[in-house]
T-cell receptor, first 117, second 111 residues
Framework: EAQVTQNPRYLITVTGKKLTVTCSQN?????MSWYRQDPGLGLRQIYY???????DKGDVPEGYKVSRKEKRNFPLILESPSPNQTSLYFC????????????????FGPGTRLTVL | GQQLNQSPQSMFIQEGEDVSMNCTSS?????WLWYKQEPGEGPVLLIA?????ELTSNGRLTAQFGITRKDSFLNISASIPSDVGIYFC???????????FGGGTRLMVKP
């Protein structure tokens, strides 16, 4: 089954304790991305990756790191989590868009609910 | 970053009624996407639009890419209880494949 998977689905941690949320897709997509979803603010992009070893900042990158060493995996790293990073996080993937725009359809994982105390 | 203006924010309707929601932007987009999110799940793609003026259907759902490329609407006909969820529009101008999302429309359907 074609899918985007995230782990863990739920995580409660304390301020300053480094954590990693994993994301994996089995659709051979070049493009992967991380979003956070907060009430009243909708979905906002944190980081994205156009291909292996190519990453770039989205709208809200502060406090986050990513890496793209393999095509299928795109982990999100919080080196020193803070309470304002309590949120619902989504990983998404797609093919690279063509000039006509095809491939922009991003497929989302099930989400990771993170609480930082 | 910019956020699309999506309206209405919420709707509470009777089963069988038609629903309409829309998104507007001050910027031009090359692609409009409509997603549905149910509790505890990630957004699921419903319809993708690629050309200005394009009208696309997916079952009881119909979406249109505005002719100015700055807006899009989604219609749901003959709503049923399983239509409940939050509907998001998203625009893409191909700048890094970054999607800009609307704030969502929460749809509630009364049986």
């Amino acid at each position: 089954e074609a899918q985007v998977t995230q782990n863990p689905r739920y995580l409660i941690t304390v301020t300053g304790k480094k954590l990693t949320v994993t994301c994996s897709q089995n659709m051979n997509h070049e493009y992967m991305s991380w979003y956070r979803q907060d009430p009243g603010l909708g979905l906002r992009q944190i980081y994205y990756s156009m291909n292996v070893e190519v990453t770039d900042k989205g709208d809200v990158p502060e406090g986050y790191k990513v890496s793209r060493k393999e095509k299928r995996n795109f982990p999100l790293i919080l080196e020193s989590p803070s309470p304002n990073q309590t949120s619902l996080y989504f990983c998404a993937s797609s093919f690279q868009p063509t000039l006509a725009g095809k491939g922009n359809e991003q497929f989302f994982g099930p989400g990771t609910r993170l609480t930082v105390l | 970053g910019q956020q699309l203006n999506q309206s209405p924010q919420s709707m509470f309707i009777q089963e069988g009624e038609d629903v309409s929601m829309n998104c507007t932007s001050s910027s031009i987009f090359n692609t409009w996407l409509w997603y549905k999110q149910e509790p505890g799940e990630g957004p699921v793609l419903l319809i993708a639009l690629y050309k200005a003026g394009e009208l696309t259907s997916n079952g009881r759902l119909t979406a249109q890419f505005g002719i100015t490329r700055k807006d899009s609407f989604l219609n749901i006909s003959a709503s049923i209880p399983s239509d409940v969820g939050i509907y998001f529009c998203a625009g893409n101008n191909n700048a890094g494949n970054m999607l800009t999302f609307g704030g969502g429309t929460r749809l509630m359907v009364k049986p």
